[in-house]
């Protein structure tokens, strides 16, 4: 039984993957000629003229994927449905820059879609010996969830491997955890397809990348991640939505770090800057591949803990590995410019 769903996993994986890997050259040749293409300059840190729809590959072997192992359902036709507008939303923004309320108009329909559709529904959360159930908040919630998943990522996407690095990160560890639990229901069909999809993206984006995720990808794969949170951990006396966002603790911290930065700043949220957490790794060590390595490192000790957090039934060691994750966080604030910028604070103190 165990050998029979190791190698359904791995299909669901493969295949994906494969095809996603061969299909990339053609998806750039597209990308050039209809002009999605992301030039350097500004915080921008590629030097040439880059192509930046390989989203619609990861989009391709997800369909692929689900065709071939998935099930016909009204929640797999409203995730089919919130990832077409998420698709065209992305391949439009990547060929003209839509402003960013177009781009949220379109996030907040997808993310409708799911709620309202789908009825995959954010109801409750219980971790930590607590419950907390919505009620009257829970479309709401739900909306702002999906639309929270689909920026984090968006944010992220700033470095060659990055965002397709810490999806697939995030994929994996989601379905360790459902092997794990038991869950084998849609969920279970989108996690590793979505693996392998991204991994077969990720032959063509790690450095020196040939091709970027562009708007496409990271809000597809972001919002992918939302949809596989709300489905798997429904479960009340289980960990609910708490363990797929400590999953995710490197692009959620980044984007509360970016959001307290320009607020401290008054600039406005949605204005991008070059303070994110891989740039304040990329100043120290002027490497991009040292970088993003990292921050695979640090997510992978996110993930890591999570597990740990469903295998561990007293909650005991899992307190430790979270203190000791939070002390970390501490120290690279400390450290780095990624709320405020240390020597003009300095500066500031001397005068007084």
């Keep these: 039984m165990m050998n029979d769903l190791i190698g359904q996993i791995l299909l669901m994986i493969f295949i994906p993957f494969a095809f996603v890997a061969l299909i990339m050259p053609f998806i750039k040749r597209i990308a050039v000629r209809i002009g999605a293409v992301d030039n350097p300059g500004g ?3 590629h030097k040439t003229v880059m192509p930046k729809l390989g989203g619609l590959g990861i989009f391709l072997g997800f369909l692929l994927g ?3 192992f998935g099930e016909h359902s ?5 995730v089919l449905i919130g990832s077409f507008v998420i698709i065209i939303t992305g391949m439009i923004d ?3 820059d839509l402003k960013v309320r177009h781009k949220l108009i379109g996030q907040v329909v997808a993310a409708c879609i799911i709620a309202f559709y789908g009825k995959i529904l ?4 219980s971790a930590f010996n607590m419950y907390l159930n919505f009620g009257v908040f829970t479309y709401p919630l739900t909306i702002l969830f999906i639309v929270g998943c689909i920026n984090c990522i968006n944010f992220i996407d700033g470095m060659d491997g990055l965002s397709g690095g810490v999806s697939s990160i995030y994929y994996l560890t989601i379905g360790i955890i459902g092997v794990i639990m038991g869950n084998v229901d849609l969920e279970f069909v989108l996690t590793f397809v979505m693996l392998g999809s991204t991994l077969g993206f990720l032959v063509h984006n790690f450095y020196p990348a040939k091709i970027f995720a562009g708007d496409t990808g990271s809000m597809f794969m972001g919002f992918i991640i939302a949809v596989i949170a709300l489905l798997g951990f429904k479960n009340v006396t289980m960990t609910s939505l708490i363990i ?3 999953i995710l603790g490197v692009p959620i911290l980044d984007t509360l770090f970016a959001i307290i930065r320009r607020t401290l700043k008054h600039e406005k949220i949605y204005e991008g800057d070059a303070c994110h957490v891989h740039h304040q790794l990329l100043n120290r060590n002027k490497s991009q591949v040292k970088t993003v390595l990292t921050i695979y490192f640090i997510n992978l000790l996110f993930a890591f803990a999570s597990i740990v957090y469903i295998l561990d039934t007293e909650n005991k060691i899992s307190y430790y590995v979270y203190g000791g994750l ?3 966080v501490v120290l690279f604030v400390w450290n780095t410019n990624i709320l405020f910028d240390r020597k003009e604070l300095k500066k500031r103190f001397k005068r007084k």
């Excluded at 009204?74 to 409203?78: R, V």
């Design 43 to 45: 915080r921008h840190i």
């Design 122 to 125: 954010l109801v409750d959360v």
């Design 94 to 96: 990547d060929i003209c």
């Design 66 to 68: 689900y065709m071939i």
């Design 74 to 78: 009204d929640q797999m036709n409203s």
């Design 244 to 246: 797929p966002l400590l």
């Design 326 to 328: 939070a002390l970390m």
